[in-house]
T-cell receptor
Framework: AQTVTQSQPEMSVQEAETVTLSCTYD???????LFWYKQPPSRQMILVIR??????QNATENRFSVNFQKAAKSFSLKISDSQLGDAAMYFC??????????????FGQGTELSVKP | EAQVTQNPRYLITVTGKKLTVTCSQN?????MSWYRQDPGLGLRQIYY???????DKGDVPEGYKVSRKEKRNFPLILESPSPNQTSLYFC??????????????FGPGTRLTVT
């Protein structure tokens, strides 16, 4: 069975600084996708960034980028120039490449990020 | 506007009183799922549906039922709620076909408390 682990329950960063959130996963599949979701106090789940396992290039979305280490099964999220609005719970998630199980996402435990002004 | 809606957003109920949480999407998505979110556990899939009249259990289906009679709707039914079903619930939908791991669209969440 696939698992996703986020070992940092809480992180803190100074505004305008850079922070990295860690995620490791375990799978025997070769085709899969990895995601980072943001959950602000409104509780809405917002997709931050997506990485296809078959792509070697790390995904980037504006101030957000990932470090995808396939062999190590590691998928960290880097937030540059942190802003107060980045404060939220962040979830790492995994999805198999096939379309079974309704595209089920397997989530990590979450990392609560606080941003200090 | 493309969206997934859930109702109610908040619900406090008592043990054993049947309840239904509705979910509706306007994007003509084939796939729909229900997740529950608990502290320290992230989100876990309860049930999913791959199309009308096609549903199956996820990872934590005990105590829940679902139905998919129409493509847009996927209600979650708790026939006899218990306090361990106190949680934050999310409905999500996505397209069946998509080469980039098509995004799951999440509803706004339903905070359920069972006393």
């Amino acid at each position: 069975a696939q698992t996703v682990t986020q070992s940092q329950p809480e992180m803190s960063v100074q505004e305008a600084e850079t922070v990295t959130l860690s995620c490791t996963y375990d799978t025997s599949e070769s085709d899969y996708y990895l995601f980072w979701y943001k959950q602000p106090p409104s509780r809405q789940m917002i997709l931050v960034i997506r990485q296809e396992a078959y792509k070697q290039q790390n995904a980037t979305e504006n101030r957000f980028s990932v470090n995808f280490q396939k062999a190590a099964k590691s998928f960290s999220l880097k937030i540059s120039d942190s802003q107060l609005g980045d404060a939220a719970m962040y979830f790492c998630a995994y999805r198999r490449g096939d379309y079974n199980q309704g595209g089920k996402l397997i989530f990590g435990q979450g990392t609560e990020l606080s941003v200090k002004p | 506007e493309a969206q997934v809606t859930q109702n109610p957003r908040y619900l406090i109920t008592v043990t054993g009183k049947k309840l239904t949480v509705t979910c509706s999407q306007n994007m003509n998505h084939e796939y729909m799922s229900w997740y529950r979110q608990d502290p320290g556990l992230g989100l876990r899939q309860i049930y999913y549906s791959m199309n009308v009249e096609v549903t199956d259990k996820g990872d934590v289906p005990e105590g829940y039922k679902v139905s998919r009679k129409e493509k847009r709707n996927f209600p979650l039914i708790l026939e006899s709620p218990s306090p361990n079903q106190t949680s934050l619930y999310f409905c999500a939908s996505s397209l069946r076909l998509g080469g980039s791991g098509y995004e799951q669209y999440f509803g706004p969440g339903t905070r359920l408390t069972v006393t």
